[in-house]
């Protein structure tokens, strides 16, 4: 087998990584929040009823961030509905996905779990049903200090501090027809610019993300970012970008080959950006949030619960277990948003617990963590630093979606201040492994920490209550450097995480 070659240098670089981009997102949707993070009577329940056990399974991931709460529920949440005394909030029709709302978790318990979890809130606002006032009303409950309406009333809540939640989503896939209060792109851009003005007027210091297409097949996309932008350039800080894959007529190959998508995907978005500032005169950079995206599959279930069943509270929804195929793509889209760190500064997985998720419990027993759990979490812990511009010379596969496919993905972060250097890499390839040499220029003095590697026989493989180590990484990996030269051995199907760092002495 030919090798795949790869060529780091330290002077070659891309941007410093925002550690937003391993960020997440739990919406109200399925078991996400209701015997997901919050199942009172549970063993492991904290005072608050937060399921302890999942609270340490996501402070492994150490995601900064957690967008909340939607998503399609979004556009029809009035956060008033939960927030005060629980006996007193509403139960609700929630729209979006068919659902009874109980409202016994609102906007102060998530940011209370939120601080229990080690991350940070990316709010999202009601701009489906809702406007301007809802929308500034809750900056005012959250960041306002007190002595107003709604700051006080949080303090009147048991919050005496502000939650100071910095980055916000104006809205939610206000593109999709499926969204309650769906617009077009002028009569959203015009709402979020104002919405934009009045949430910025009560907090100057937030960061505000407009909605760009709801994934890249819609039949506006392009002309839909163009025109809200037209309205929302000078107010907003990011433009939002959601993508789902999942493998179709049982072809791997293509599968495994989507994230080429991707980047043109993320490439697009930005051009289309910096058009409309080229237009407008602006110097200011618009960045890219790319707030929704897995391998998702949706099951028969799903629809039955959606359609006909009862309305029914917390039903499990979007459940299907992760395979170790879903962990490679999602290592590949880990790749891909790391390579474009210059302008993709948050990124959000969707989703957290149980809906679409890395991490799933059983109501009133364990938790455990899916193939995708890994490939995310090693991104979160290693991938810290400076994105290097990696040259990647790799055999390629070609199949009837895609000319050439290179077999190899890879993506190079170096950590100056501890003197640490990472290549997180995939092997597309489905029957051989991949050798790999590396150039690794003025890495000279370093050494290899660890080759961990992400692999199994069977690419259907996944992980459950029963058997939760069904597919774990290993740190049997052969890397070797000498001399600023790397070599290794990829398995076939795998995702690598090779860690070098500075020599001691
Ligand atoms: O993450 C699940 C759903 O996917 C979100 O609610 C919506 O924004 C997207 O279509």
Redesign the pocket.
């Known amino acids: 087998m030919q090798a795949a070659k790869i060529i780091a240098d330290p002077e070659f670089r891309i941007a410093e990584i925002d550690p937003r981009i391993y960020g997440s ?1 739990i ?1 109200h ?1 399925g078991r996400a929040v209701y015997g997901g993070i919050y199942e009172p009577g549970h063993p492991t329940a904290d005072d608050m009823g937060f399921r302890r056990d999942v609270l340490e399974i996501v402070r492994e991931l150490r995601t900064p961030i957690v967008r909340y709460p ?5 556009s029809g949440y009035n956060w008033r509905d939960g927030v005060g005394p629980k006996a007193q909030r509403p139960r609700r029709l929630d729209l ?2 068919r659902t009874l709302e109980t409202n016994e978790v609102g906007t102060d318990e998530f940011c209370e779990w939120a601080r229990r979890a080690g991350t940070e809130v990316n709010m999202a606002v009601n701009l489906g049903t809702a406007g301007i006032d809802e929308a500034r009303s809750l900056v005012e409950y959250c960041n306002h200090p007190g002595g107003s309406l709604y700051s006080d009333m949080r303090i009147a809540n048991g919050y005496a501090e502000p939650h100071k939640i910095k980055t916000w989503c104006l809205g ?2 206000m593109d ?1 027809p ?2 309650m209060g769906h617009k077009t792109a002028d009569e959203y851009g015009r709402l979020a610019a104002e919405t934009a003005l009045s949430m910025k007027w009560v907090d100057p210091t937030i960061e505000l993300v407009a909605c760009g297409s ?2 890249r097949q819609m039949p506006t996309f392009g002309q839909w970012e163009a025109t809200v932008l037209d309205h929302v350039y000078e107010y907003v800080d990011y433009l939002s970008l ?1 993508q ?1 894959y999942r493998k179709k007529d049982d072809d791997l190959g293509t599968f495994l080959g989507q994230t080429i998508q991707m980047d043109d995907f993320i490439r697009s978005v930005a051009s289309i950006c910096d058009y409309v500032r080229a237009k407008k005169h602006l110097k200011k950079q618009l960045y890219l949030s790319f707030d ?1 995206w ?1 391998v ?1 599959y949706q099951n028969p279930s799903d629809h039955e619960i959606m359609k006909n069943q009862p309305w029914q509270i917390a039903p499990p929804l ?1 459940e299907k277990p992760y395979t170790h195929e879903d962990a490679l793509v999602v290592g590949l889209m880990l790749i891909t948003l790391l390579r474009n760190a210059d302008r993709v500064k948050i990124a959000c997985i ?2 957290l617990v149980n ?2 998720a890395p991490i799933t419990t059983v109501t009133g027993s364990g938790a455990w963590r899916q193939a995708t759990f890994y490939p995310l979490m090693h991104a979160s812990r290693y991938g810290r630093g400076m994105v290097l511009n990696l040259q990647v010379r790799s055999p390629e596969y070609a199949n009837k979606t895609f000319d050439s496919i290179p077999l190899l993905d890879a993506v190079a972060v170096l950590d100056e201040e501890r003197e640490e250097m990472t290549v997180f890499a995939v092997n597309r390839g489905q029957d051989n492994p991949l050798p790999l040499e590396g150039d690794l220029r003025a890495t000279g003095g370093y050494r290899v920490v660890e080759h961990t590697v992400l692999e199994h026989a069977d690419p259907l493989a996944h992980n459950t209550l029963e058997r939760p180590n069904e597919v774990v990484p290993h740190n049997r990996g052969d890397a070797r450097l000498e001399q600023g030269q790397l070599s290794a051995s990829l398995p076939p199907m795998s995702w690598n995480v090779i860690r070098l760092a500075k020599a001691q002495g």
């Open positions: 997102f919406e949707l939607g998503g399609n529920f979004v979006a996905w939610n896939e999709g499926w969204q709801s994934h959601h789902y929704e897995n998702w979007f969707a989703q809906t679409i």
